[in-house]
């Protein structure tokens, strides 16, 4: 509607005109990016700059240029913990990544009962991490837990905590059982979206219910599961309520991931120079894995997806 | 940090089931697959036994708990757990969360608003990177930035106050709140714009009167899930606060843990006194948090 009235153009607004009628001044989001800044940016820059300096949290902090560095790679400690977090989020992956997909895909469809019972699924998304872990310590308690009960039935040592590997695969299994409903959700979304005429197609060709899965379900999933899988990355890089609460680093340091370490350096020894370096590493594999988000599910261009609202 | 998998950027649409409703119901798709039904019923048993055995065991006396079957319906069924944490202060802890959560929200709605909206309404350069700014923090995790911060909040002289715990959660739920709102306000038509544009009105009031009604969906979900992270947060009150009067639910009940030490039955019920309210909130706000998390995966 170019025959309203002339608006100063501003820079580089390709349609200008009347379009910038009330439109509101850029000024309005600085207080809530400053906010942004202040609190999660800055920090992350400062955090590159501790990784410099030694600091026992009391007296400043000095430069030590890169003897945080060079320690954190010779650091053997670093090296099996970076290996348990890798660990962690393999097994949390493969333990995950088929059982949400299921859901999913189970929740996407109209049978009956599946409101309710997805309203049961979703509840360990409300219950802390702190509740959760607390909950599952109980639980397999040897002198207590249903571990007594439940263990010898399913093969399962009921002193499983006291095990090293264990003890990994039960943070992997609380952490699943944590965000399993946030995944499951993911991919039944996705599932709706898939057109009904392949269904519909591939049902006059003759294609039983596992082809369809296998050749429509799986395949137009795909980006789901990259935006799945990436979340799964990130969160389980950075799982440390559930450590802290259930194994504290044990037995031994064979819990001892990442996030962990860094606490323990930071707040137990009060080395928060070498946490903050611990803390930056951890940063850059989380940054770079979302990075590979953004490229590969698209979330980058989500400005251009208007159409079709 | 227990909301570390953050509900992460909610695509542009937060109800993708509105247009689906009408679907014929001959609808065959993914429904009857078999293999998902069974084991949708197995993870029902892996989500449900542990939640019965935490609210059946909080009811049973000690040594029921210990020398019982632990899956066993409470024999003499007691409310003697409830009480005792009732009576170590547990009011307390609600009280503060209870501040933190509602501060949180608050803030985050303060300011995340008008980012949103200055994402969706202005072409300039300076708010697409602004947007982006907030795309990528949704990335960042909180343990990065908690040595910087506690060294920031005890420069601000703010370190074992509700302060320490609400700004910086507040922060943190803003990628997301900002990702939300930006959604449901791209929603809402160029043309309504256009309409009070020519009836003069200005700029805070299309916000107030068309932008902000109309994403009353977005602005639930966004509330809902900030009030969810800042009750369920446990780094930064861990981390930032110290004394008694200001500790928050998550981490008085990790102190119940060691305080009660062996008394499982305790320990369970206080976390099943802290997961009623959530519980009251997600029976009210059911639809809005799944809508919020729906539509993550979609392309």
């Known amino acids: 509607m170019p025959h309203h009235t002339p608006v100063a153009k501003r820079h580089g607004d390709r349609k200008a005109a009347v379009g910038d009628v009330g439109r509101p001044p850029v000024a309005w989001a600085v207080p809530g990016i400053l906010f942004f800044a202040v609190f999660a940016i800055v920090p992350l820059a400062i955090a590159v700059y501790l990784s410099f300096c030694t600091w026992d949290g009391l007296d400043s902090p000095t430069l030590t240029g890169l003897d945080n560095w060079t320690r954190l790679f010779n650091d053997s400690e670093f090296g099996q913990a970076a290996w348990l977090s890798l660990v962690l989020t393999t097994v949390s992956w493969v333990f995950q990544t088929p059982v949400a997909l299921l859901l999913g895909v189970w929740a996407a469809g109209r049978q009956r009962g599946r409101a309710f019972l997805s309203a049961i699924f979703f509840i360990p998304l409300l219950l802390s991490t702190t509740a959760i872990a607390m909950l599952f310590h109980a639980l397999l308690d040897p002198n207590f837990g249903v571990i007594r009960t439940i263990g010898p039935w399913l093969g399962i040592d009921p002193d499983v905590m006291g095990s ?105 020894t009060y080395d928060l120079g070498y946490a903050a370096a611990i803390a930056t590493a951890l940063v850059v594999v989380a940054t770079g894995v979302s990075l590979l988000m953004v490229r590969l599910s698209g979330f980058g261009s989500m400005r251009s997806t208007r159409e079709g609202m | 940090m227990s ?151 005890g420069e601000m002289g703010l370190y074992d106050t509700l302060w320490a715990i609400i700004l910086p959660t507040a922060a943190f739920a803003m990628p997301v709140a900002v990702l939300v709102l930006s959604g449901t306000m791209r929603d809402v038509s160029e043309e309504m714009y256009e309409a009070m544009a020519l009836d003069g009105a200005s700029p805070v009031r299309m916000l107030w009167q068309l932008a902000v009604p109309l994403s009353r969906a977005g602005i639930s979900t966004v509330a809902i899930f900030s009030a969810l992270q800042a009750w369920n947060g446990f780094l930064f009150p861990l981390i930032l606060t110290q004394s008694e009067e200001q500790r928050v639910l998550t981490l008085g009940l990790f102190n119940f843990m060691s305080q009660f030490g062996v008394n499982i039955p305790a320990v ?32």
Do not use: C
């Open chain 1, 164 to 268: 090293s590997t264990g003890a990994l695969l039960v943070v992997a299994f609380v952490g699943g059982w944590q965000f399993m409903p946030f995944h499951t959700l993911i991919y039944q979304g996705g599932a709706r979206q898939i057109p009904e005429v392949l269904y519909q197609a591939a049902s006059i060709d003759g294609a039983g219910m596992v082809r369809q899965f296998f050749h429509i379900t799986l395949p137009q999933l795909r980006h789901t599961a990259t935006t799945s899988s990436v979340l799964m990355i990130v969160g389980s890089l950075t799982y440390f309520d559930t450590v802290l609460i259930m194994t504290k680093g044990g037995p031994g340091t064979d819990t001892t991931i990442l996030p962990y370490l860094m606490y323990r350096t930071g707040f137990q």
């Open chain 2, 268 to 299: 369970l019920a206080a976390i099943v006194l802290s997961v009623i309210p959530i519980f009251a909130v997600y029976l009210v706000a059911r639809r809005a948090l799944i809508n919020g998390l729906m539509g993550v995966g979609g392309k």
């Open chain 2, 3 to 153: 909301t570390d998998t953050r509900p992460a950027v909610p695509q542009h649409r937060t109800t993708p089931a509105t247009p689906r409703r009408g679907r014929p119901a001959r609808r065959r798709g993914p429904r009857g697959n078999p293999v998902a039904g069974f084991g949708s019923l197995i993870w029902l048993l892996v989500v449900l036994v542990p939640l019965y055995t935490l609210v059946s065991a909080s009811l049973m006396r000690q040594d029921e708990a210990l020398n019982g079957d632990p899956l066993a319906i409470p024999t003499d069924p007691t409310f003697e757990n409830y009480g005792t944490v009732l009576d170590s202060g547990f009011l307390t802890l609600i009280g503060n969360t209870a501040i933190v959560a509602v501060a949180t929200v608050a803030i985050v709605l303060v300011l995340s608003v008008p980012v949103a909206y200055v994402a969706v309404r202005t072409r300039s350069r300076l708010s697409s990177l602004a947007f982006r700014t907030f795309l990528l923090g949704v990335a960042i995790p909180a343990q990065a930035v908690i040595v910087p911060l506690y060294l920031m909040i």
